[in-house]
C-alpha cells in the first residue's frame, strides 16, 4: 500500500527557509520519478518541482533557484529545501506520485 507522509511545514518569515519531508512507503522512490505540488488558498494546485529516475530535479520557473528537491534512498525519502521563502510561497504541500498523494504540510510565509 502506498502511503505518503509529508512533515516540515511551519510559520515563517519573508527570505526564511524550511525543509519539506516526506517518507514515503509502498514504492522505492531510487528507481522513479516523484513531486512537489502545493495548494495556495483558494487556488489549484500548482505543480512545485519533480525528482526524476535519474535523479535529476526539474522545477516550476517561479522557485528556481531558491528551492531544492532531493532524495534520500536508504530512507526513501523525499525532501524539498526553500529559501528565500516569498509570501506567494504560502501553501499546503503535498508529495505526489501518479494518483498518489499525502496528507500535505502547511507553509505559511508571513511577516
Known amino acids: 500500500q502506498v502511503q505518503l507522509v509529508e512533515s516540515g511545514g511551519g510559520s515563517v518569515q519573508p527570505g526564511g527557509s524550511l525543509t519539506l519531508s516526506c517518507v514515503v512507503s509502498g514504492f522505492t522512490i531510487n528507481n522513479t520519478y516523484i513531486n512537489w505540488v502545493r495548494q495556495a488558498p483558494g487556488k489549484g494546485l500548482e505543480w512545485v518541482a519533480s525528482?526524476?529516475?535519474?535523479?535529476?530535479?526539474v522545477y516550476t520557473d517561479s522557485v528556481k533557484g531558491r528551492f531544492t528537491i532531493s532524495r534520500d534512498n536508504a530512507k526513501n525519502t523525499l525532501y524539498l529545501q526553500m529559501n528565500s521563502l516569498k509570501f506567494e510561497d504560502t501553501a499546503v504541500y503535498y508529495c505526489?506520485?501518479?494518483?498518489?498523494r499525502g496528507q500535505g504540510t502547511q507553509v505559511t510565509v508571513s511577516s
Open positions: 525528482i526524476l529516475k535519474d535523479g535529476s530535479p
Open positions: 505526489t506520485k501518479d494518483t498518489h
